[in-house]
T-cell receptor, first 111, second 116 residues
Framework: TQLLEQSPQFLSIQEGENLTVYCNSS?????LQWYRQEPGEGPVLLVT?????EVKKLKRLTFQFGDARKDSSLHITAAQPGDTGLYLC???????????FGTGTLLAVQP | NAGVTQTPKFQVLKTGQSMTLQCAQD?????MYWYRQDPGMGLRLIYY???????DKGEVPNGYNVSRLNKREFSLRLESAAPSQTSVYFC???????????????FGPGTRLTVL
């Protein structure tokens, strides 16, 4: 059972466009992380959000945790080819050291 | 700091052969993990070790064994490899959840395994 659904699965856009990636669940998470994975590499942590409604910005990337802590979004402004990669959300539940990963969104930014 | 290192980077096995994937971290993290990544399946947890001396099964443990050798090292063993175990394997580490209240994981570069 996949508890975290990401959409879209694939996204191909031109440099300079804006985009939003969604991470949805019917379950509540105590924390939500976003990772980016480049071809041939391991995932790299971008951000952690822990409070419902929390918004964090990382340069051109804006992350939001839903009020009910069941969903999250990643918005990229003026995408660049360097943003190309697989974006993964991951949710933490309660007092556990385990994360549940979403299926990922593969982003390609064309120059 | 090297972060999380994994060896080997690539491996080809024949069905029935055994091998051990090695993982080490130099961030003084208590918790370590092994995942496999398959197309369309995301990252699936095989085994994890919340702290030195403990190991627990994850979502897909069948066909694998692990050893937490010390705080730094966590190995994954395939006793009798099968074609279904062809995948990319990632090791990760994190601070203890109880210390910070959430789980931020740091990943190694992966091992690409093909079983013929």
């Amino acid at each position: 059972t996949q508890l975290l659904e990401q959409s879209p699965q694939f996204l191909s856009i031109q440099e300079g466009e804006n985009l939003t990636v969604y991470c949805n669940s019917s379950s509540v998470f105590s924390s939500l992380q976003w990772y980016r994975q480049e071809p041939g590499e391991g995932p790299v942590l971008l951000v952690t959000v822990v409070t419902g409604g929390e918004v964090k910005k990382l340069k051109r990337l804006t992350f939001q945790f839903g009020d009910a802590r069941k969903d999250s979004s990643l918005h990229i402004t003026a995408a660049q080819p360097g943003d190309t990669g697989l974006y993964l959300c991951a949710g933490g539940r309660g007092a556990t050291n385990k994360l549940i990963f979403g299926t990922g969104t593969l982003l390609a930014v064309q120059p | 700091n090297a972060g999380v290192t994994q060896t080997p980077k690539f491996q080809v096995l024949k069905t029935g052969q055994s091998m051990t994937l090695q993982c080490a971290q130099d961030m003084n993290h208590n918790s370590m993990y092994w995942y496999r990544q398959d197309p369309g399946m995301g990252l699936r947890l095989i085994y994890y070790s919340a702290s030195e001396g403990t190991t627990d099964k994850g979502e897909v443990p069948n066909g694998y064994n692990v050893s937490r050798l010390n705080k730094r090292e966590f190995s994954l063993r395939l006793e009798s490899a099968a074609p279904s175990q062809t995948s990319v394997y990632f090791c990760a580490s994190s601070r203890l959840f109880a210390d910070i209240g959430y789980n931020e994981q740091f990943f190694g570069p992966g091992t690409r395994l093909t079983v013929l």
